[in-house]
């Protein structure tokens, strides 16, 4: 039987010219998700930062699969993290941790 | 494969002038294949001319964009005389709804920009009409949505997916791009595409809006200012087109 709530895993891209330190992108992340889409959006979501390499800037964030557009814009609309200019870019999305590090990551 | 373009990116993008190449890189790197880029045509021509040469060794192609603002529409008719054949991609901002009506039934304008919140009252179902006579799109760019936050976001989205939905209704082109004033403010192609999801346009015409209708406005503008362009339809083609076009160029 099909789950209903399957999960995606989004790996992304930071592109700054300074360091970002991890709770400064989670807050950051929660901030734009529970902005553009409220609380309750935002507990549809399922979202997880599941993990986030400072020094290369890359990241996988989790989500279920019909709120992958809804984390894209939350990413997207990104664009300053502790007054630092920040851009994110989604490098892929994947069904499971593994495929997502082994094709984007 | 798709070829995806940021319609407008403005020249200050690329500054400090030292950083031009890891800037092209970054640009590649986020899949765009064509960039156009703002320019005031009398000052920039050697930035431009500068960026365009090292922008062929990240293999993007950059054209020159012209923003009018005119303060009125006799304004409007004088600079797109002045301008048109200056640059490949010409938008006009709608400051106000007269130009906006203008603009929009004007064949020589390709995009209507709407640079503030109020400026989007301008374009209604009799201006997307025009734009379908006048073969205009319009344009949305998300540098607008995250220069603005609260109250001000949510008004400027709703105004923005009204907008998209008379487009959509009457067949009038959307351009999706990113305004950026710095690198931090461009987004990829599909990154661009998602802020389709927020003002409800469908997933077919998404893709649409990052790039088939952009490339056909280009596609279009770049045969009208060929040498060989004589009427929509009709071109010079051949050796023995050219040798008249030579011809004709050394008499006069």
Known sequence: MVKEER????????????????ESLVKDIWRNLLTIYGEYGASKTNFWLIEYDERAKKGIVRCTHTTVNMMRIVLAFINRIAETPVMVKILGVSGTIKTAKEKFY | MK???????NQTVFQPK??????LEIISELGFSIICISLDVKKEQNIFEEIKKKAEDFSIEVYRRINLSPK?????????????????????KCLEKKICTWAARDRRVDILNFPF?????????????????????????FKQFLNVRGIKRARLIAETRRVAKIALKKGVKIVIDSGAENIFDMRSPRELGALGYLLDIPEKQIELTISENPLNILRTNLSKLSPNFVLPGVEIVGEEGKNWLKKKETDT
Do not use: H
């Not at chain 1, 999960?7 to 991890?22: A, M, T």
């Not at chain 2, 009125?72 to 006009?92: A, G, P, S």
């Open chain 1, 7 to 22: 999960n995606r895993y989004i790996v992304f891209k930071l592109y700054s010219n300074d360091d970002i330190p991890l």
């Open chain 2, 3 to 9: 070829k995806y373009i940021d319609m407008y990116v």
């Open chain 2, 18 to 23: 030292e950083q031009v190449d890891r800037i």
């Open chain 2, 72 to 92: 009125n529409v006799e304004d409007l008719k004088n600079k797109l005389r002045q301008f048109r054949r200056k640059c490949e991609i010409l938008t006009v």
């Open chain 2, 117 to 141: 919140f109020e400026c989007l009252k301008n374009f209604t179902e009799s201006t997307a009409n025009l734009a379908v006579e006048g073969d205009t799109a319009i344009e949305i760019w």
